[in-house]
């Protein structure tokens, strides 16, 4: 495999991270995940302003994101990948001795790492829908940056592997947030609701864009937050992520939703998201 770390493109074995670097001591750092449709990278400006938002509200002192995208696609061909593809993309703050939790005084350059492999087109999800648990949400105040502090989604997530689900989707005080890498949405009386942009949401590229569907097709749509106590008052579910596009959501713990049907929403957005990407 070859990877890009800090303006060399290498391979894999031959990285070496410093166990100084912010992003291994502090998880001081963020990332983007993209990925291609046709061999075009899906919606790249999106992802560029919203590493563009992480870098500044972290502080991140990262120049150059104008020669970024040169780089993923020259990485992608490297790396000889024939069907699509999947970018990580990672900026720490970079490597400083001593270790202080504050920012070094010193200037430090930011470690910037991508790595790309090709996708698995499996859409079985996206057919057959899934099932999803509800965890409390016990992450930090600050959802709408991309940060690599993942650890209450990896414990998240495992629970959810565990219990044989998708995605654990978090609840904070009673209010639906989002899932631990999707975005949640929820359908009623014809109407699609997702929570609000705010600080206890990453605002994602695919929910963006399914947004931009009810727009465009005038489906009513609200971003409000759903109480979990209301859950049962809604027809449809379905969660969005670049990896997971739209998937129908038909099973939520151990409530069964319209006896395993696909919504008839859903399907509708899920086929305008097909069409799209077809000729991206
Ligand atoms: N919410 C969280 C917490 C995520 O980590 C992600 C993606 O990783 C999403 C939502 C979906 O974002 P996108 O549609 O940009 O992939």
């Known amino acids: 495999m070859i990877v890009y770390f800090n303006n060399e493109f290498k391979e894999l074995e031959e990285v070496a991270v410093s166990p100084f670097d912010r992003g291994f001591l502090f998880a001081d750092g963020v990332y983007e995940s993209i990925r ?3 061999g075009k990278l ?7 302003d919203r590493l563009r938002k992480s870098l500044k509200e972290t502080r991140i002192d990262f120049k150059d994101l104008g020669s970024l995208e040169n780089i993923i696609y020259e990485l992608i061909k490297k790396n000889e990948i024939k069907n699509e593809a999947l970018v990580y993309l990672q900026i720490t703050r970079g490597s400083a001795i001593p270790r202080t939790h504050s920012f070094p005084k010193e200037k430090i350059s930011p470690t910037l790492f991508i790595s790309v492999k090709e996708l698995n087109e499996n859409n079985e999800e996206q057919e057959k829908a899934v099932k999803v648990i509800l965890q409390e949400d016990i992450r930090w105040l ?3 940056i991309k940060s690599i502090s993942l650890l209450p989604v990896v414990l998240a997530s495992q629970k959810a592997t565990k219990e044989n689900a998708a995605e654990a989707i978090l609840v904070r005080d009673d209010i639906i947030t989002e899932g631990t890498h999707t975005n949640f949405f929820a359908v009623k009386n014809e109407t699609v609701y997702t929570a609000p942009k705010s600080r206890l949401i990453l605002e994602g590229i695919t929910r963006k864009v399914v947004l931009e569907f009810c727009e465009k097709f005038k489906i009513d749509h609200r971003e409000e937050f759903i109480n979990k106590d209301d859950l049962k008052s809604y027809e449809e579910f379905f ?4 990896t997971k596009e739209i998937t129908p959501v038909t099973t939520i713990d151990y409530w069964t939703i319209n006896k395993g049907e696909i919504g008839k929403i859903t399907k509708s ?3 305008v998201f097909k069409k799209v990407v077809e000729d991206y």
């Open 142 to 144: 600050r959802c709408d």
């Open 42 to 48: 899906f919606r790249y400006k999106d992802h560029l």
């Open 36 to 38: 291609t449709y046709n």
């Open 269 to 271: 957005l899920q086929n």
């Open 239 to 242: 969660i969005t992520s670049t």
